[in-house]
């Protein structure tokens, strides 16, 4: 899948959080972003995509959010919690 250059981080991020199986991963993240599933592996479509939601890319643009702002975005988005961003949450506080 591509992990951060695609969407491959995302799908796994829902077979680990909610216990998906591949293909009901890929349909829920491309539901959540607004694509087909086929767009999912398009390297191009993707980076344009992650940029413009915030949610971090392979190499970093100026100024786009990246690290624990990105996972905060990813977790917002797909609706999961994520440690990293629960544990920076609760530091703010």
Known sequence: MGGIRTT????????????????EAKQYVADKLGIEVSTLTDEEEMRRLREELGIGT??????????????????????IPINSVELFKSQLS
Not at 10 to 21: D, H, T
Not at 58 to 79: D, N
């Open 8 to 23: 491959g981080d995302l799908v796994a991020w829902m077979q680990l959080a909610r216990k998906m199986k591949i293909a």
């Open 58 to 79: 392979i190499i970093s643009v100026s100024g786009s959010p990246k690290g624990i702002l990105a996972k905060i975005r990813i977790s917002e988005l797909l609706g």
